[in-house]
């Protein structure tokens, strides 16, 4: 698991539409993932909307290489 710092960095430069290499991204979906599983266990969510939850991660995932993208076309 990667530290909370480099973890907000990356979603930092990623937000700001910085390219992230394979391993950054890979980094930044994973410390997603660990963001979530905290958040879920701090609401105590029921399965229906952890899966909810889960669907929007992804989502979320796969907006950000969208969003590079985007910012790079324009």
């Known amino acids: 698991m ?3 710092d480099l973890g907000q960095d990356l979603h ?3 937000t700001r539409g910085e390219t992230l290499s394979a391993e950054e ?15 879920s266990h701090m609401l105590a969510l029921t399965p229906d909307e952890k899966a909810v939850a889960n ?3 992804q ?3 796969a907006l950000t290489p969208l969003i590079s993208l985007t910012n790079r076309i324009q």
Request: net charge negative; glycine share 4%.
């Open 25 to 39: 991204q890979l980094q930044l979906e994973r410390w997603y993932e660990a963001q979530d599983k905290l958040e």
């Open 59 to 61: 989502i979320e995932g």
């Open 2 to 4: 990667i530290s909370d």
């Open 12 to 14: 930092d430069r990623s």
């Open 55 to 57: 669907l929007q991660s």
